[in-house]
């Protein structure tokens, strides 16, 4: 336990009587309840043939709307606060899932690696009040290796048992793959998993979380948009492939198994249907996409075809987003790109404690422009989770390092809202990210903004 947490609060209580935090703190757990072996799955026959396939996008669940409100997870007390205020603080980071165990790390780095993090997004729960945090929006890789049932508890409910808010949260890869128990053949269909946990249909107990308190969410499906005062976020699924290649459409049809374009619908619908009050300053729109658009990290670099099927969206409903957030890459980087003489940053935060992964190779020195997009800062290969204010007119956004119970403000971006410009971006004292540390084999030539 790194962040002193109260021994006496009253946990929310939200709407249909959703839970969120255990009563009373604990310690962080020191050993898996359930030992992960899953990565041995990565040999299996079955997933060495299947590795390079799509998997199907679930339906959004049939008589709901696309979007969620907030306001019908918090209680009373919490939205008035929030209202009062007249601004909202989340929480977003993506990769969270201690369960990277080898011959260099022990499970209980593993754990301490995700605990670190989630306790100081705990920690700043308690610390901030009504007005605090009101939600974490989770940027996918819940579950490692391949989203299992049984891995919830150590690497979801146990890590956020104090996390007196709603999680919500769109899938990564890892929470999409198809896995056998330890066969030849897959024995449990894509996100069953995560939609149990993330997209029940009622409020309730979740027979995965061993006990915990902790509601299941009530998400109309693996993508969805979550309104909040002075913001939304629409979260996109960018299915099962590891490396860069995050697909969201058929491509033209070149993806048969994604046919239809749901989530091109969806997003160009969702766009048009924000339009009026974002243009009104009412509220600023986030895109989030587990994988990044951009990325300068060699193993999990940028995703073009994601970047261009939003931009046909965008393009269609004649409104861009305020921010795109991604995970995936596991480490923090911050871009700006500009389009239409909007100033967008796009936030890659795959940093919630499943590995720190330098880029490799050497990567630019910061700022360095690639189209109309510039890496910023330069990465920071550390764990840790964002914290975003917004009232509507502006809209900052804070990465803060979480490590061995050391909590440091490391970046940060402000965007005025109504110019559609960044106001301030420095990070640190120095003026910003921390180089990549390097590592054996990480010296070779230097590296590309990957953009393909
Ligand atoms: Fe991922």
Not at 63 to 90: C, M, S
Not at 185 to 214: H, I, K, Y
Request: proline share 8%.
């Amino acid at each position: 336990m790194r962040i002193k947490l109260r021994n006496m609060r009253a946990n929310l209580v939200g709407n249909g009587g959703r839970l969120y935090a255990e009563p009373s703190p604990s310690p962080d757990e020191t050993s898996f309840q359930q030992d992960n072996v899953s990565a041995e799955y990565y040999n299996s026959p079955y997933y060495l043939a299947h590795k390079n396939d799509l998997q199907p996008i679930p339906p959004v669940r049939a008589g709901v709307p696309g979007y969620l409100n907030l306001a019908d997870f918090l209680p009373d007390e919490v939205n008035t606060a929030i209202n009062a205020a007249q601004k909202i603080t989340f929480h977003a980071v993506g990769d969270t899932g201690a369960a990277k165990v080898n011959q260099a790390q022990t499970a209980a780095m593993a754990i301490e690696q995700e605990a670190s993090v989630a306790d100081a997004m705990s920690g700043d729960i308690q610390s901030g009040g009504l007005t605090g945090p009101a939600f974490f929006f989770h940027l996918g890789d819940v579950i490692y290796n391949f989203g299992e049932a049984q891995y919830y508890y150590d690497q979801f409910y146990e890590p956020f048992r104090n996390y007196d808010r709603p999680i919500f949260s769109i899938p990564g890869n890892h929470d999409g793959m198809v896995f056998g128990a330890a066969s030849a053949t897959p024995q449990v269909p894509t996100l069953e998993a995560f939609l149990r946990n993330f997209c029940a249909a009622t409020p309730g107990s979740s027979p995965n979380a061993g006990g915990l308190v902790r509601t299941v969410m009530t998400q109309p499906g693996v993508y969805f948009t979550l309104d909040a005062p002075y913001v939304s976020i629409i979260g996109l699924y960018s299915n099962v492939l590891d490396s860069n290649a995050g697909v969201i459409s058929s491509q033209g049809g070149h993806f048969p198994i994604l046919k239809g374009d749901v989530q091109l619908k969806f997003l160009t619908s969702e766009l048009k249907r924000l339009k009026a009050d974002r243009q009104a300053g009412n509220r600023a729109v986030i895109l989030a996409v587990h994988h990044p658009p951009a990325s300068v990290d060699a193993k999990h670099g940028g995703s073009a075809s994601v970047e261009q099927d939003m931009d046909s969206c965008c393009k269609a409903a004649g409104l861009w987003p305020d921010v795109v957030l991604s995970g995936h890459a596991h480490l923090y980087q911050r871009f700006t790109r500009v389009v239409g003489g909007k100033q967008i940053p796009y936030v890659v935060s795959g940093s919630g404690g499943f590995a720190a992964t330098p880029p490799q190779g050497s990567v630019p020195t910061a700022p360095y422009t690639i189209g109309d997009t510039t890496l910023e800062v330069d990465p920071i290969v550390e764990f840790g989770y964002l914290t975003i204010t917004t009232d509507a007119k502006t809209l900052s956004i804070t990465f803060k390092t979480a490590v061995q119970g050391a909590v440091a403000v490391r970046d940060s971006v402000t965007v005025d809202l109504s110019q559609g410009k960044v106001t301030s971006g420095t990070g640190v004292p120095g003026g910003g990210g921390s180089k990549p540390k390097p590592t054996p084999g990480n010296a070779k030539s230097p590296k590309k903004l990957t953009k393909k």
